[in-house]
């Protein structure tokens, strides 16, 4: 699995950081940060769960 966001699409709801702050952060803007843009497997069902929940659809998961 691989990770990656869209900030310009980020609207800083936090969801993401909430769900999986071991993968997911905020900068000073309240934008997500990609931590780990390839987390290990026991993350994997919280950075779906963040992807899905995100308002802005700014998360994608790839594999």
Known sequence: ?????DRDRCVGSGQCAMLSPE???QDDDGLVLV???EPAA???EA???AAD???A???RVHG
């Open 1 to 5: 699995m691989r990770v990656t966001a």
């Open 47 to 49: 950075v779906h769960q």
């Open 53 to 55: 929940l995100c308002p």
């Open 42 to 44: 026991d993350h994997h």
């Open 35 to 37: 931590l780990r843009e």
């Open 23 to 25: 993968v997911f952060d």
């Open 57 to 59: 659809q700014s998360i």
